[in-house]
């Protein structure tokens, strides 16, 4: 079967957003597949990671387009003009007499939509087209965020009426990351975002999520499509790339007890609620713990606030995948922050690769919450209740020891979310969508067997 896989970011751009695609490609030739990789030579990323690309087969072509998309730290500063609260005084000076706002404003929220990267489309379509006729395609897989990439669905349709589209959202688009992350969020931001992503769903074969919790939104968002167009394949961790150790880590200098964020700090990860909540910890709970942070910070306000802890709080900058799994090794806890109800970060999934108990400050309905006590793999909080927090952060202290009788994950649940099974689960779902391929119905019961499909 002949793939064409279309991701805006591939390595050696580096970052969570890269790795689901990058997993596809480092795994699926094993799986029959002849894949073609489309992308970008110049993807706004948070930084690079050129060690994921020497793990993609010589066998894989990779093909990369030039974008117009901005650079990352300038298109991150445009955000925060249009979403920042600290803005808002300015926002409403700049609105003219009439009430209308400023020229400024309606430009950045306005001009590109669904986000910054439909920069990215003309080249994208043309891209595509050829490479769908030259290397005989038999299905297209296109994967997002970037959320305009789903914008080529509809050109190819007209194009190729008879290819097999699938769709992967790596995040539920309309219900959470508009209103968390989102580039602009303005009435006519949201018409777009609708219109787009139901152009795509009609016109796509398939379409994927990764949480069970966003498969469904989106079944029930278009009640009128074929209930088995929609699919569930979760992110996962990379066993190869796992320090995996369920010790306890070794006695470090400073005999401290040590919890460890691997991430971006951004709107849905925001650490207001638990900063507060150290900040009411016990002198002696303070005296022996220690929260580092490894990512970039993306609002200066949360630096500020980590900051203004001292010594409790240690920040590094954004580090390649390998040397970032590695630094969660020697530590005690894993942190994981999130007020998304409905995604899962990829880096829970990491998390769980690397046998480390997590604490989480997360929503508490959110799909989250419920993945960390059906594996058992940590405790929570409610993101939102200080209180609470603090409790978890005692009873992380008191209880010290990784190797606690309170931590007992489920091990085969979780072997369940290794990327190479995951990958076979994916190239199963191709074969069934791409008319007399062989072996369809053994590498479906596959997909059914580890626990993870529909």
């Known amino acids: 079967m002949n793939v064409l896989l279309v991701t805006y970011s591939f ?26 990789v489309l992308t970008t030579r110049n993807a706004s990323a948070v930084g690079t990671d050129p060690e994921l690309l020497k793990e993609i087969p010589s066998e894989v072509t ?34 003219t007499q009439s009430g209308r706002p400023g020229l400024l404003r309606r430009i950045l929220e306005d001009l590109l939509l669904p986000d910054p990267q439909v920069t990215w489309l003309p080249a994208l379509a043309y891209n595509a087209c050829r490479i769908i006729a030259d290397r005989k395609i038999d299905l297209v897989l296109i994967t997002a965020p970037p959320f305009s990439s789903v914008m080529l669905v509809e050109k190819l349709r007209k ?12 995040d539920e688009w309309l219900a959470t990351t508009i209103d968390l992350v989102s580039f602009s969020r303005s009435p006519r931001a949201r018409r777009i975002a609708h219109r787009v992503e139901a152009g795509a769903i009609a016109n796509a074969t398939a ?30 961790f990379d066993a190869s790339r796992m320090p995996r150790s369920l010790s306890s880590p070794a006695p470090r200098a400073d005999d401290r007890l ?14 207001t609620t638990l900063v507060e909540a150290i900040r009411t910890l016990p002198e002696d709970v303070k005296a022996i713990l220690r929260v580092r942070f490894i990512g970039r910070i993306e609002d200066p306000r949360f630096q500020q606030s980590l900051l203004e802890l001292g010594e409790i709080v240690e920040l590094q900058p954004f580090l390649p995948q390998a040397r970032a799994l590695a630094a969660l090794k020697e530590t005690d806890y894993a942190l ?18 690397a046998g480390k108990p997590i604490l989480a400050v997360v929503h508490p309905d959110g799909a989250v919450r419920h993945l960390l006590e059906e594996l058992r793999a940590g405790w929570w ?41 995951l990958a076979s689960c994916y190239a199963g779902l191709l074969r069934k969508i791409v008319p007399g391929s062989r072996n369809a119905h053994a590498q479906s019961a596959v997909h059914l067997s580890v626990g993870i499909g529909e």
Not at 19 to 27: F, I, P
């Open 381 to 421: 909080a409610d993101s939102h209740d200080v209180q609470a927090i603090r409790q978890l952060l005692v009873e992380a202290v008191t209880r010290s020891d990784a190797q606690s009788p309170d931590f007992h994950p489920d091990k085969a649940r979780i072997a369940c979310y290794e990327r190479k099974v």
């Open 336 to 353: 994981l922050i999130t007020h998304d109800p409905v995604n899962v970060g990829a880096k829970f999934y990491d998390y769980l690769g």
């Open 207 to 236: 379409v994927v999520a990764v949480t069970e919790a966003a498969r469904r939104l989106l079944q029930a968002r278009y009640p009128n499509e074929p209930q088995d167009k929609f699919h569930f394949i979760p992110n996962g």
């Open 159 to 170: 194009r190729f009426p008879d290819l097999a589209i699938v769709v992967d959202f790596r």
């Open 11 to 36: 390595p050696p751009a580096g970052g969570v957003g890269v790795l689901r695609a990058a997993s596809l490609a480092r795994y699926f030739p094993a799986e029959g597949i002849r894949l073609d």
């Open 62 to 95: 990779i093909r990369r387009t030039i974008t117009l998309d901005l650079p990352f730290g300038l298109k991150k500063w445009i955000k925060n003009r249009i979403t920042g609260r600290g803005r808002q005084r300015a926002i409403q000076q700049a609105k």
């Open 258 to 271: 040590l919890l460890t964020f691997i991430g971006t700090l951004y709107g849905s990860t925001e650490p």
